[in-house]
């Protein structure tokens, strides 16, 4: 491997950095801070980086086709309009589960917004078990549910050809597939293509390459690894200076470039010293292989 560099390019100190989406119209990386109910959104080119406080945890952030954003806040899918700062209500879901919230979403080939949910967290990783499911939100705001008794829905994406939909729930340690049916949202046939190894601690969020290869960040683990789901093969691990790795994304030029998110929560003030970077966000280069961009919510 060439020339990889890792630099932090925001030193924000996130306490949960997560949701890294290039928007290419603006030259800009989307990310959120889940606990700090922030959205941000970090020009590349001036360097700075604006805010929008929302009223709740906000755990993923979406282009939407239509302008402006889609999030998922508490459990609800939200429009987020970013120049007067508010949001409108779209649709609530886990209505029935009063300490539950959404957590990683990611927008379908066609423009569905997919989002997981799980109880809140104590501490990271540590929550009240089987809580989550997971659901979509259609262009016309109607939404699917596919399944439940999630620990911490986490990490997911589309194949190339659109026929497999990757997911993770964090605490099976692995990275599963379904068959995917484009045209329904229908996902089938649960399987896993990775289980991770002990030291690669806990799979968090995920992105896949344009040679279908995926990109799973590990909590705690202080890596992104790259990994191949037809072969169920680990190819590569690139370790971070920080050990809390939330997700990851293409972007930059072409989607040569990786973003990195991270978080400190659950950091002892003592890792904090050791790991003063912890909670920022991250751009790796010269990993030779680019991303595609993200899909906008079509609704
Ligand atoms: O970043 C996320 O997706 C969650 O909201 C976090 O809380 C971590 O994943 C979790 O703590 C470790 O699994
Ligand atoms: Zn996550």
């Given at each position: 491997?060439?020339?990889?560099?890792?630099?932090?390019?925001?030193?924000?100190?996130?306490?949960?950095?997560?949701?890294?989406v290039?928007?290419?119209?603006?030259?800009?990386?989307?990310?959120?801070?889940?606990?700090?109910?922030?959205?941000?959104?970090?020009?590349?080119?001036?360097?700075?980086?604006?805010?929008?406080?929302?009223?709740?945890?906000?755990?993923?952030?979406?282009?939407?086709?239509?302008?402006?954003y889609?999030?998922?806040?508490?459990?609800?899918?939200?429009?987020?309009?970013?120049?007067?700062?508010?949001?409108?209500?779209?649709?609530?879901?886990?209505?029935?589960?009063?300490?539950?919230?959404?957590?990683?979403?990611?927008?379908?080939?066609?423009?569905?917004?997919?989002?997981?949910?799980?109880?809140?967290?104590?501490?990271?990783?540590?929550?009240?078990?089987?809580?989550?499911?997971?659901?979509?939100?259609?262009?016309?705001?109607?939404?699917e549910?596919?399944?439940?008794q999630?620990?911490?829905?986490?990490?997911?994406?589309?194949?190339?050809?659109?026929?497999?939909?990757?997911?993770?729930?964090?605490?099976?340690?692995?990275?599963?597939?379904?068959?995917?049916?484009?045209?329904?949202?229908?996902?089938?046939?649960?399987?896993?293509?990775?289980?991770?190894?002990?030291?690669?601690?806990?799979?968090?969020?995920?992105?896949?390459d344009?040679?279908?290869?995926?990109?799973?960040?590990?909590?705690?683990?202080?890596?992104?690894?790259?990994?191949?789901?037809?072969?169920g093969?680990?190819?590569?691990?690139?370790?971070?200076?920080?050990e809390?790795?939330?997700?990851?994304?293409f972007?930059?030029?072409?989607?040569?470039?990786?973003?990195?998110?991270?978080a400190?929560?659950?950091?002892?003030?003592?890792?904090?010293?050791?790991?003063?970077?912890?909670?920022?966000?991250?751009?790796?280069?010269?990993?030779?292989?680019?991303?595609i961009?993200?899909?906008?919510?079509?609704g």
């Amino acid at each position: 491997m060439s020339s990889i560099k890792i630099e932090c390019v925001l030193p924000e100190n996130c306490r949960c950095g997560e949701s890294p989406v290039w928007e290419a119209a603006t030259n800009s990386l989307l990310f959120v801070d889940i606990p700090a109910r922030k959205v941000g959104r970090w020009d590349s080119l001036s360097k700075r980086v604006q805010y929008v406080t929302v009223d709740a945890p906000v755990s993923s952030v979406a282009i939407r086709k239509s302008g402006g954003y889609v999030a998922t806040i508490g459990t609800k899918f939200c429009a987020l309009n970013w120049d007067n700062h508010s949001t409108a209500i779209l649709a609530t879901v886990d209505t029935d589960k009063k300490n539950n919230r959404f957590n990683d979403g990611k927008v379908d080939p066609a423009g569905r917004y997919f989002a997981g949910t799980m109880a809140e967290e104590t501490a990271p990783a540590v929550l009240e078990r089987h809580q989550g499911a997971l659901y979509s939100l259609f262009p016309n705001h109607h939404v699917e549910k596919y399944f439940d008794q999630v620990d911490i829905s986490n990490g997911l994406d589309w194949s190339l050809d659109h026929k497999i939909f990757y997911y993770i729930d964090s605490l099976s340690y692995s990275v599963d597939a379904f068959d995917y049916d484009l045209q329904t949202g229908k996902i089938a046939n649960r399987r896993s293509v990775y289980k991770l190894e002990k030291e690669e601690q806990i799979p968090d969020g995920m992105c896949i390459d344009v040679e279908g290869k995926l990109w799973v960040a590990c909590y705690n683990g202080g890596r992104v690894i790259r990994l191949d789901p037809e072969t169920g093969k680990r190819l590569q691990t690139v370790k971070l200076p920080v050990e809390n790795t939330t997700s990851c994304c293409f972007g930059g030029k072409d989607y040569s470039e990786m973003f990195v998110t991270t978080a400190q929560d659950g950091l002892t003030s003592e890792c904090v010293m050791k790991q003063p970077e912890a909670g920022g966000i991250f751009k790796i280069t010269g990993l030779g292989v680019k991303g595609i961009p993200p899909y906008p919510y079509a609704g």
